[in-house]
C-alpha cells in the first residue's frame, strides 16, 4: 500500500491567522467566584435541625398544656338544698406553670438559636447534624448580637405572615448557595462542620 499525504489544511492552503493583539481565542470567562452548591447543607438537613432544636420547646409546652387541664379550679355552687360541684377553668397554679414553661421556651430558644448559635455557628440541632451558619465572606461564626437578630427575623416572618415564612424556609430549595431569605438579608450560609 502506498500512503497519501496529509490532505491540506482548509482556508485555502494558509495556517490560520493569529488572534489580533489584546484579544483572547474562545468565550470569554468570567472573573469571581463559582458557585458550587455542594459545599453548603443541604435543605432537608437544615430542616432535621430544626426539627431537633424544637423538641425541648414543645416539650415545655407540652408540660404547660397539661397543666392546663389537669390544674382545673373546683367549685361548689349551692342553691338551697341542693349543691353541685364543678370545674371551672384552669387554676392558678396551671397558668402558673404553663407561664414558667412559656418563659423557659423562650429563653432556651433565644440561647440555643440566638446567642449559642451565634458565637459558636451550630444550635444544639446544628451541631448533632453537623453544620454551622457562618458570614458568607469571612466563614466566621456571625456572633451573639447577629444570632439574636437573625432569629428574630424568623420570628417576625413567622407573624408577619405564614406565606412569608414558608417562602423564607423553602428558598434554599433552589438559591444556588443554598440560603433563606433570612440568610440572603443577613449575608449569612449554612456549610457542614
Known sequence: MTS???????????PPSPPPSGFAQGPARLAGPTTDSSIYTPWFTRVLAYVI????????????????ITFQKVETL????????????????AYLILTACVVILLLFSLWNRGIRQGKTGSSIGKQIMKFKVVDDVSRQ??????????????????WLCSIL???????PLWDAKRQS???????TVCVPL
Do not use: Q, W
Not at 80 to 85: F, H, L, M
Open 4 to 14: 497519501h499525504p496529509p490532505p491540506p489544511p482548509s482556508g485555502g492552503g494558509f
Open 53 to 68: 432544636d424544637s423538641i425541648p420547646v414543645y416539650l415545655l409546652l407540652a408540660i404547660g398544656v397539661v397543666a392546663l
Open 78 to 93: 349551692c342553691a338551697g338544698d341542693i349543691c353541685a360541684t364543678g370545674n371551672n377553668g384552669p387554676s392558678t397554679t
Open 141 to 158: 461564626p456571625i456572633g451573639a448580637g447577629k444570632g439574636v437578630v437573625r432569629e428574630l427575623i424568623y420570628f417576625v416572618f413567622a
Open 165 to 171: 415564612l414558608l417562602v423564607a424556609v423553602l428558598f
Open 181 to 187: 431569605l433570612v440568610d440572603k438579608i443577613m449575608k
